[in-house]
């Protein structure tokens, strides 16, 4: 495709958008890729250009209650990252707009009804218009996808195999993060939350998803009902040559305690009780603002371990991927390098086609990517 950029990114003011912005200014020469910043305040969008240190972007302003703006956006660049959220309000129109102008677009969204609506509604067209879509390429899902991918490749491919993942953290969150998240819980008891549903295997296994103590790991481990299993699940069903067909997977949270345990499982349980109410809403709103979140010396003592223990027959395997603050310094460097691979492949016309998994956008290619960056991987 031949574009004013390889790479423009929409919501390059926000909290989570100004590190990804830096990272791209910092590489972006060395990549030798043309880029822009996208969003609706320009002065905002000027004023993060002159703070960036590197290759300077152009500015490009969008708006996501302005159709023909995002379509014009979508028509200058070869791919759009998406860091405007909450996707389950404002990220459907730019996927729209990236099929339409036959852009690529990846995002960071970790919303399942999300994923799952652009799943099934935009997977035949970006077949047909040759695009690339791939959402979760931040902490949501890359670690989990990788892991897993990684694991099962090391255990029998005709065997069924159960996928136990393990994440580890102390990172804070921001303020986009937790309103997505209120918002999130809210359409599921509104039962208006979009779900996919895979063919399963007969021979699948069953991870029970339950709290229990994880002996290997020393820790207390509770069941996530997060987006990346959905992910994981959709990578394996289309890989069978790298997973085999009988593939299960569950993740857990670890906590070092019992009092732990109850301290996280408590307010999740209080508030998925009372998100329905609006003012419990608004109250859980205020507490964290769109825009805030953890500062620079917070991230700096953040770390994360994401742990594949896979079992098949009398073979069991661990993996870990492992990084520092994964909301934000890492999500921001996931989300880069995801780009960069994005071009990479597509500059070699080896760039699959359709709305795909970060395993089966990338491969390879940004496994390497990342520990060139400074994730650990480890078999």
Same mark, same amino acid.
């Given at each position: 495709?031949?574009?004013?950029?390889? @790479?423009?990114?929409? &919501?390059?003011?926000?909290?989570?958008?100004?590190?990804?912005?830096?990272? !791209?200014?910092?590489?972006?020469?060395?990549?030798? @890729?043309?880029?822009? @910043?996208?969003?609706?305040? #320009?002065? =905002?969008?000027?004023?993060?250009?002159?703070?960036?240190?590197?290759?300077?972007?152009?500015?490009?302003?969008?708006?996501?209650?302005?159709?023909?703006?995002?379509?014009?956006?979508?028509?200058?660049?070869?791919?759009?990252?998406?860091?405007?959220?909450?996707?389950?309000?404002?990220?459907?129109?730019?996927?729209?707009?990236?099929?339409?102008?036959?852009?690529?677009? !990846?995002?960071?969204?970790?919303?399942?009804?999300?994923?799952?609506?652009?799943?099934?509604?935009?997977?035949?067209?970006?077949?047909? =218009? &040759?695009?690339? @879509?791939?959402?979760?390429?931040?902490?949501?899902?890359?670690?989990?996808?990788?892991?897993?991918?990684?694991?099962?490749?090391?255990?029998?491919?005709?065997?069924? =195999?159960? !996928? #136990?993942?393990?994440?580890?953290?102390?990172?804070?969150?921001?303020?986009?993060?937790?309103?997505?998240?209120?918002?999130?819980?809210?359409?599921?008891?509104?039962?208006?939350?979009?779900?996919?549903?895979? $063919?399963?295997? $007969?021979?699948?296994?069953?991870?029970?998803?339950?709290?229990?103590?994880?002996?290997?790991?020393?820790?207390?481990?509770?069941?996530?009902?997060?987006?990346?299993?959905?992910?994981?699940?959709?990578?394996?069903?289309?890989?069978?040559?790298?997973?085999?067909?009988?593939?299960?997977?569950?993740?857990?949270?670890?906590?070092?305690?019992?009092? =732990?345990?109850?301290?996280?499982?408590?307010?999740?349980?209080?508030?998925?009780?009372?998100?329905?109410?609006?003012?419990?809403?608004?109250?859980?709103?205020?507490?964290?603002?769109? &825009?805030?979140? $953890?500062?620079?010396?917070?991230?700096?003592?953040?770390?994360?371990?994401?742990?594949?223990?896979?079992?098949?027959?009398?073979?069991?395997?661990?993996?870990?991927?492992?990084?520092?603050?994964?909301?934000?310094?890492?999500?921001?460097?996931?989300?880069?390098?995801?780009?960069?691979?994005?071009?990479?492949?597509?500059?070699?016309?080896?760039?699959?086609?359709?709305?795909?998994?970060?395993?089966?956008?990338?491969?390879?290619? !940004?496994?390497?990517?990342?520990?060139?960056?400074?994730?650990?991987?480890?078999?």
């Amino acid at each position: 495709m031949e574009r004013k950029y390889d @790479i423009l990114l929409f &919501g390059a003011s926000g909290f989570t958008g100004q590190l990804i912005a830096a990272y !791209l200014a910092d590489r972006a020469a060395s990549e030798g @890729i043309q880029w822009a @910043i996208a969003g609706r305040n #320009r002065q =905002k969008l000027e004023q993060l250009k002159a703070s960036l240190v590197g290759q300077q972007p152009d500015v490009v302003v969008a708006d996501v209650d302005n159709p023909e703006s995002l379509e014009q956006m979508a028509a200058q660049t070869r791919v759009v990252m998406n860091a405007v959220g909450p996707f389950n309000w404002y990220g459907k129109g730019v996927v729209k707009a990236c099929v339409e102008q036959g852009a690529h677009y !990846l995002d960071i969204t970790g919303e399942p009804s999300f994923v799952a609506d652009i799943f099934l509604t935009y997977g035949k067209a970006a077949e047909e =218009k &040759g695009i690339c @879509i791939v959402n979760c390429c931040g902490f949501d899902s890359i670690p989990a996808d990788y892991v897993a991918w990684l694991t099962a490749k090391q255990l029998p491919l005709e065997e069924p =195999k159960s !996928l #136990r993942g393990y994440i580890r953290t102390n990172a804070s969150f921001s303020g986009g993060t937790f309103t997505t998240a209120i918002h999130a819980l809210y359409m599921e008891t509104q039962q208006r939350s979009v779900k996919v549903k895979l $063919p399963r295997h $007969p021979s699948t296994p069953r991870v029970p998803l339950k709290i229990h103590y994880q002996k290997e790991l020393k820790a207390w481990a509770i069941p996530m009902p997060v987006v990346d299993p959905h992910i994981v699940k959709r990578s394996a069903y289309r890989l069978p040559n790298d997973y085999g067909e009988a593939v299960a997977y569950g993740q857990f949270f670890l906590r070092s305690s019992l009092w =732990k345990v109850v301290k996280t499982v408590l307010p999740v349980l209080l508030t998925m009780l009372l998100v329905r109410f609006s003012f419990f809403r608004a109250w859980l709103f205020r507490q964290a603002p769109p &825009g805030t979140g $953890p500062d620079e010396a917070m991230r700096l003592r953040s770390r994360f371990e994401v742990v594949c223990i896979g079992e098949s027959g009398d073979k069991a395997v661990r993996t870990v991927i492992s990084g520092g603050d994964p909301g934000y310094n890492e999500t921001a460097k996931m989300f880069s390098e995801a780009a960069f691979t994005m071009v990479e492949r597509d500059n070699a016309s080896t760039l699959p086609f359709g709305v795909l998994t970060p395993v089966e956008a990338f491969g390879s290619v !940004l496994k390497d990517r990342l520990q060139r960056a400074g994730i650990f991987f480890s078999i």
